[in-house]
């Protein structure tokens, strides 16, 4: 299996995950079921079954669309992606530091940098007509921005 380097981590993306499990487990199964779908965010079970049809992994995968450019496009396919990342890496598939996928560390650094940058504009704001423009420009990390102007103003 093919081996990426995302700043400085080692990782089986999912693609090479997936031609490994069909290549050496012929008759076993990899389904996805949407736990919960709505215009912002989605939720998907992967499960591998064996040719028995018994459940020998699963994984779970959360996306908010827009949180990043391919999820304005595409969060379900993403999702999906790493629900499947997830269910395989259980499964002991491309499994060598992380179950996480490339994708997700990536997303998570940039969503790390991103925080703080919104938490020194917060910090720097001058306004509440600022604070809600900061707001508006960093909604995927909306969550700690608010939290983090309520315990500065209040409300909003």
Request: proline share 1%.
């Amino acid at each position: 299996m093919k081996v990426v380097n995302i700043k400085g981590k080692s990782y089986v993306e999912v693609n090479e995950r997936l031609k490994y499990f069909r290549e050496h487990f012929k008759g076993y199964s990899l389904l996805s079921e949407i736990v919960e779908l709505t215009d912002e965010r989605i939720v998907i079970k992967s499960r591998i079954l064996s040719p028995d049809l018994i459940e020998v992994a699963n994984g779970l995968a959360y996306e908010l669309a827009g949180s990043s450019f391919i999820n304005k496009t595409s969060y379900i396919e993403n999702c999906e992606t790493s629900a499947w990342g997830r269910a395989l890496a259980n499964f002991g598939i491309g499994l060598d530091n992380s179950v996480a996928s490339a994708d997700e560390v990536s997303q998570a650094i940039e969503l790390q940098d991103m925080e703080k940058t919104a938490l020194l504009q917060i910090s720097q704001a001058k306004s509440k007509a600022e604070l809600k423009t900061i707001a508006e420009k960093f909604k995927p990390v909306r969550k700690l921005i608010e939290s983090k102007l309520k315990e500065k103003y209040g409300t909003l």
